[in-house]
């Protein structure tokens, strides 16, 4: 794409530990990977954005100085989506024109985030506006939270602008303190594979925000119970509550808000015990805790399509196989694995052997895909 000025790399993510706990204000853990979003753009003279897409047939065409309207249902929503989060704290005069393709086809890898922040990052460069990484990450959360409708946490954004090849991200979604933990020598090498179940999702009309609202009630039932004042349902989150809270209302709250309350404070422990197995180099025990946390989701967050639970079952006991758990949502979209690079084409193979044996009807959409750990989201020379 030489025609155009700029070049921007936005990658996919995977998150290993500390699934669906980012919206409760949760602790969280995460890569960047080598395959992502590319937009190259070069500035408009005017306010006029262009764009086009690899992807899809339509060009999507609007005025960067003129209010940002209600979503069309199309791909271009994620581009007007980072227009409005950063129009709210700069003035925006200069459109661009460019072109966006996404590199791997999958579900579950936070595409949707990864397309916002390049947006973000392409129009504040149109308007000479510089922004730091976490502004990055808390302008493209905002967009999608409350223009496209997802009432997301900041795990995606942050391992897509924060991410480092060499380390795994740790965030606390109370705080926002972070910091990347470098890979510990003595640690074995790995790859992750992706394993794509086929299915394909809307996470805005899945059970992501009823999961979200059902977390919250949990909260509320908890400071019902001990007579504690309610705040408002925005100002709601398990992560205010201590643990023995739970232990006392478990029982008398209805099971399936104990049941998301129970997957919150155990992945909190496990992100917690996970660091400190990824400091020390033990990944046999960092892809323990990644299982364990699938178990959780699949039991007590209750997510999981039959097709990824199957492919989950059907690789979690495979030689050379560490770890491993939903990736993203957990409804459709894709599993993800840390593997021993010399067992991956024997897991891939009995793994498709073992899916399409019970599914055969995804036997020309399931894939699997080997990526690595990269750095975020950056401008390529």
């Known amino acids: 794409m030489n025609n155009y000025q700029y070049h921007i790399f936005s990658p996919y993510r995977v998150c290993p530990l500390g699934a669906h706990v980012d919206h409760q204000h949760g602790l969280v853990t995460g890569f960047a990977i080598n395959k992502g979003v590319d937009l190259w753009f ?22 960067m100085n003129t209010r940002t309207q209600v979503k069309e249902g199309n791909w271009g929503d994620y581009a007007r989506g980072a227009k409005y989060a950063l129009s709210k704290r700069f003035e925006l005069v200069k459109g661009i024109n460019g072109v966006i393709q996404g590199s791997l086809p999958v579900g579950g890898l936070s595409s949707s985030a990864a397309v ?32 496209i409708g997802l009432n997301n946490g900041l795990l995606d954004q942050s391992c897509i602008a924060l991410g480092q090849k060499d380390g795994l991200l740790f965030l606390d979604c109370d705080t ?17 594979g992706i394993f794509f179940s086929g299915l394909t999702r809307n996470l805005v009309n899945s059970d992501y925000n009823l999961r979200v609202y059902e977390c919250k009630v949990a909260a509320w039932n908890m400071l019902a119970y001990v007579d504690t004042p309610l705040k408002g349902f925005d100002k709601t989150f398990l992560r205010d509550i201590p643990k023995e809270s739970f232990e006392k209302t478990r029982d008398i709250m209805p099971a399936r808000f104990a049941r998301r309350a129970e997957h919150f404070y155990s992945e909190y422990r496990r992100v917690r015990q996970g660091v400190t197995a990824w400091e020390t180099g033990n990944l046999q025990l960092f892809g323990k805790l990644s299982f364990d946390s699938c178990e959780s989701s699949i039991h007590n967050y209750e997510c999981g399509s039959p097709e990824l639970i199957a492919i989950y079952n059907s690789m979690h006991k495979l030689p050379g196989v560490y770890g491993g758990r939903f990736s993203g949502a957990g409804f459709k979209g894709a599993v993800i694995a840390l593997v021993d690079p010399k067992n991956k084409e024997s897991i891939e193979i009995e793994v498709t052997k073992q899916y399409l044996a019970q599914f055969p009807e995804y036997e020309t959409t399931f894939k699997t895909y080997w990526v690595k750990p990269d750095d975020g989201a950056r401008f390529i020379d």
């Open 42 to 63: 070069t500035p408009s003279e005017d306010s006029q954005v262009h764009l086009e897409s690899k992807s899809f047939e339509e060009i999507v065409d609007f005025e």
């Open 116 to 147: 916002l922040i390049a947006y973000v990052m392409a129009f504040a460069k149109a308007n000479h506006i510089t922004l730091k990484p976490f502004e990055v990450v808390l302008i493209a959360s905002e967009a999608e939270r409350e223009y």
């Open 176 to 192: 926002n303190d972070y910091r990347v933990i470098k890979k510990h020598p003595d640690m074995p090498e790995f790859e992750i």
